[in-house]
């Protein structure tokens, strides 16, 4: 028996909502917490979800867009400050992580100078240790297996999605990108599937090029459920939505993947908990 599980902490996009934080999930099996990304507002998320910052067995980034990793930086300074015993902050993501928390930690050199001067028990900066993963690379962390996959967000590259496995029970987080073969694969027969989706007949006639230009490495709603219906996913997840969908236009997002996927459609919200079982 397994409790793999995955919360929505933030479902939103680059666009700021107040009832939307940036993207970031939490993937859960009984004794292990695996943080999926981590956009703005997450730590508030963890909080509210029941989960500290220092107890998260790893943090895996899709990709590196601002919007996945700019709070990162919050997670790796809270679990430093709160946490009474030293542990290393273990962050999987693709090729480009470790130059983004070289800087992220230069960033931050002035604040952790000030804990340290200030904190007897303090005495030197966080320890981060990064994983660079290429799709095929599969690790474990605590009772979860990961898979790292193929996706296609070009030009943002390289980029990869993770399926999580717990006891014969599998939750894919295929992050933002197009449907492609990699993510076929990653998704096959899979409980759970969360994927970034967006409404290419809600964006394409507000005519603003850098708005439209979205579509070019996003999934729709019908082609994410139509890579749902492929692989044959159990539970299909939209998460991230552009435009967030507005009030009373809930059921008009389900049933456009409905149309291409007959399996159970679910509709993020900030704190929503999906379970694979």
Known sequence: MTNLRVTLLGTGSPIPDPNRAGPSSLVQSDGTSILVDAGRGVVMRLA???????????????????????????????????????????????????????????????????????????????????????????FTVGELTV??????????????GYRTEDAGKVVVMGGDGVACDGLDALCAGADVYVQTVVR??????????????ILDYHSTVESAAQTAA??????????????????????????LAAGHFDGEVVLGEDGLVVNAD
């Open 48 to 138: 509210a979800a029941g989960v500290a910052a220092p107890m998260l067995d790893a943090v895996l980034l899709t990709h590196l867009h601002s919007d996945h990793c700019c709070a990162l930086n919050d997670v790796v300074t809270t679990a430093w400050v709160t946490s009474p015993v030293a542990k290393p902050q273990v962050v999987y993501g693709p090729p480009g992580t470790q130059a983004v928390v070289d800087g992220m930690l230069a960033m931050l050199e002035t604040d952790m100078a000030y804990r340290i001067a200030h904190h007897d028990d303090l005495n030197a900066p966080p320890e981060i240790v990064v994983h660079e993963v290429e799709p095929g690379a599969t």
């Open 147 to 160: 898979t790292v996959g193929q996706t296609d967000h070009k030009p943002v590259e390289p980029t990869v």
């Open 200 to 213: 290419e007949d809600l964006i394409r006639p507000i005519g603003y090029q850098r708005f439209t230009d």
């Open 230 to 255: 492929r692989a044959g996913v159990r539970k299909f997840v939209m998460t991230h939505m552009v435009p967030a969908p507005a009030p009373g236009s809930e059921d008009e997002w389900r049933n």
